[in-house]
């Protein structure tokens, strides 16, 4: 497992991309819960496979947006 020496923290590029195509009020609520499911996926998967999901799923939110 991970040490806690450096929190995890999701990918800048994705969540900007979330930033630039959604509104700003959009942008608050879409970034708040993929925080937070990165957040549980870090601890039940490990940050590498919490990154890849965080992107995947703001690249789908920005599909469908």
Known sequence: MMSN???ARPPRTA???VELFASPREADG???DLAE???AAVERDGKPEARRRYRRQ???TIRDL
Do not use: Y
């Open 5 to 7: 020496d450096s929190p």
């Open 58 to 60: 703001a690249w789908r």
């Open 30 to 32: 879409i970034l708040g």
């Open 15 to 17: 969540a900007w991309f």
């Open 37 to 39: 499911e990165f957040s």
